[in-house]
């Protein structure tokens, strides 16, 4: 599966974006899906996955409450609502496809989108 991201831009804190992952290739609707982030200076950090169905969804401590991850398998998509946003949000945003179930690790996703820029200003 191939993977795009955009959405990202400059907000202000306390402000909102939607990020969205569009995905090429018939089996989209089988894959775990991901969010990681990567900040300047920083390791890559898993933000959020979700599973296949949509009915499993799970997200980065710092997030919880803020940020919701979505799917739309008919229309191979996916998406990351971030509200009330951060300075510490600031990151490249990444999106991410794995076969394994439940997966926080990112050397399980194998196929990656090309990264988008959010930046949070105080």
């Known amino acids: 599966v191939q993977l795009q991201a955009f959405g990202g831009g400059l907000v202000q804190a306390g402000g909102y974006l939607r990020l969205s992952c569009a995905a090429s290739?018939?089996?989209?609707?089988?894959?775990?899906l991901g969010w990681f982030r990567q900040s300047p200076g920083k390791e890559r950090e898993f933000v959020a996955g979700?599973?296949?169905?949509?009915?499993?969804?799970y997200y980065e401590d710092s997030v919880k409450g803020r940020f919701t991850i979505s799917r739309d398998n008919a229309n191979n998509t996916m998406y990351l609502q971030m509200n009330s946003l951060k300075p510490e949000d600031t990151a490249v945003y990444y999106c991410?496809?794995?076969?394994?179930?439940?997966?926080?690790?990112?050397?399980?996703?194998?196929?990656w989108g090309q990264g988008t820029l959010v930046t949070v200003s105080s």
């Open positions: 290739g018939r089996t989209f609707s089988s894959y775990t």
């Open positions: 991410a496809a794995s076969q394994v179930y439940g997966s926080r690790w990112s050397g399980n996703f194998r196929s």
């Open positions: 979700i599973e296949w169905s949509g009915g499993n969804r």
